[in-house]
């Protein structure tokens, strides 16, 4: 599609190791990409929460999230990204490319020129950017328990924290994951609660009263 103004397509690279962050990046500017870059997991979702890129390229060993959880969770949700995984380890044998991954690179036994050539051939057999579902905007649904907390998962990192249970019947409450910053919007399930309400309300422990007046 011409518009008339120049597009370069958006690259994400996932590094701790700021020196290879450096420069993979420089590398991947040179060949005329725009080029983000996150030193671990975690800000790697804060960066896809602003804008999608249209390819991702990630080491595997970081630490707070390993580049596979990344990896994986960017599958989930992301699944139209191609993405390239780049480690140090020699783990290519084991890493389920094209599962989890498109390609793999082993860290320094490739050439730029290699680079260049895949990341060509994954942006452009890439399917069209699809819109950013309306997934990731619905309440999670969280059934309540008889407890003082509930265990929310985030949508966004999936790791899962345990708050306190202080919301109203069908309330839609946000609450910030602790780990990666991401507002979880979620909506406690009224109709367990008033059910656990009803019961203990009921005097003598008898089956379920019929409630006809609501
Ligand atoms: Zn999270």
Known sequence: METGRPFRCRVLIVEDDPAVLETTAAVVRSFGYSV?????????????????????????????????????????????????????????????????VDHFFQ????????????????????????????????????????????????????????ISDDTAPGEVRDVECLACGATIRYLVDAGVLKLLEQRKSMVPPSPVKGNSGR
């Not at 996150?38 to 580049?67: C, Q, T």
């Not at 390239?84 to 989890?100: C, D, F, H, Q, R």
């Not at 619905?138 to 899962?160: G, Q």
Request: charged fraction near 25%; glycine fraction near 4%.
């Open 36 to 100: 983000r870059t996150a030193e671990d997991g975690f800000v790697a979702l804060h960066i896809l929460r602003e804008a999608l890129p249209d390819l991702i390229i990630s080491d595997l060993s970081m630490p707070s999230m390993s580049g596979f959880e990344l990896l994986s969770i960017i599958r989930r949700r992301f699944p139209h990204i191609p993405t390239i995984a780049v480690s140090g380890e020699y783990i290519a044998a084991t890493m389920p490319v094209g599962l989890l």
């Open 107 to 162: 860290k320094g036994d490739h050439t730029p020129e290699q680079l260049r050539e895949k990341m060509k051939e994954l942006i452009s057999n890439s399917p069209i950017r699809p819109p950013l579902g309306k997934a990731d905007k619905a309440p999670l649904w969280i059934p309540r328990r008889d407890a003082e907390y509930i265990v929310v998962t985030c949508p966004e990192c999936l790791r899962s924290s345990s």
